[in-house]
């Protein structure tokens, strides 16, 4: 399986993007701003492909578990292999203060040149594409991410 983040609109607090599945548009994202230093839980990853695993340990995990049950959650969404980067996950939530170096999912966004970047209904999001990419690790299918910058 193949994911595809493409980012459109980077502001001094926030970076929107659009996820694709397999060349299908799934939703909008919201990361961190880009930064030239990285500062931890502030700044968005670099570009790049990535493989994207199942982490069934760490504090999202047991929420989610807690939240969805054993018969939905079967670990978070991890980005693996981020140079200078660990514990990245795809996960829901709406501002830049939800991410900590995260991609977060949405399904609809607002223009953060205006104002600080939020998108909106992330749970409806989440789980639609959270149960597309947890069947395809669980059935043993790789699954990948590449994260492009398009300004």
Not at 29 to 37: G, N, P, V
Not at 86 to 106: E, F, P, Q, R, S
Request: proline content about 1%; glycine content about 10%.
């Amino acid at each position: 399986m193949e994911l595809k983040v493409v980012r459109y609109s980077s502001s001094e607090e926030s970076t929107l993007g659009l996820l694709f599945i397999d060349g299908v548009f799934a939703c909008y994202t919201l990361e961190d701003e880009h930064r030239a230093i990285k500062v931890m839980g502030e700044t968005r990853m670099p570009a790049g492909r990535y493989r994207v695993e199942l982490r069934t340990f760490g504090g999202h995990h047991w929420r989610y578990l807690r939240k969805y049950g054993v018969d939905f959650h079967k670990g978070m969404l991890q980005i693996m292999d981020v140079p200078g980067f660990t514990d990245i996950l795809i996960h829901k939530g709406n501002d830049d203060d939800d991410t900590a170096g995260c991609l977060l999912v949405g399904d609809s966004a607002n223009n953060n040149q205006v104002k600080d970047g939020f998108i909106g209904s992330s749970t409806m999001a989440y789980n639609r594409v959270y149960a597309v990419m947890r069947d395809a690790l669980i059935n043993g299918d790789s699954v990948y991410l590449q994260v492009c910058d398009i300004n």
